[in-house]
Nanobody, 114 residues
Framework: QVQLVESGGGLVQAGGSLRLSCAAS????????MRWYRQAPGKQREWVAT???????IYADSVKGRFTISRDNAKNTVYLQMSSLKPEDTAVYYC????????WGQGTQVTVSS
């Protein structure tokens, strides 16, 4: 059974930082690309970043230069380091992966106050 469990969300002031974690189980983590998405109130879910199995990373333009995705294959965990946070980064953040089908975590709330 595939499980993705996010943690690390919270309330932070604009300009601050947070690190999100997503612990995976039930998959061969090291060969899977891992992705982060977010969904703000009243908006569609949007892709944030992807890290490939080999470590290549790509980012949405809205977070490029501020967010860093990384992975620790020994811990089956993917991270999203978020810096210089803005109120518009407020959203529920989800990690996701694909193994025959898409799997999603339950999400973690990030709230950035102005």
């Amino acid at each position: 059974q595939v499980q993705l469990v996010e943690s690390g969300g919270g309330l932070v002031q604009a300009g601050g930082s947070l690190r999100l974690s997503c612990a995976a189980s039930g998959i061969i983590f090291s060969i899977n690309a891992m992705r982060w998405y977010r969904q703000a109130p009243g908006k569609q879910r949007e892709w944030v970043a992807t890290i490939a199995s080999g470590g290549n990373k790509i980012y949405a333009d809205s977070v490029k230069g501020r967010f860093t995705i990384s992975r620790d294959n020994a811990k089956n965990t993917v991270y999203l380091q978020m810096s210089s946070l803005k109120p518009e980064d407020t959203a529920v953040y989800y990690c996701a992966t694909t193994q025959e089908r898409d799997y999603w975590g339950q999400g973690t709330q990030v709230t950035v106050s102005s």
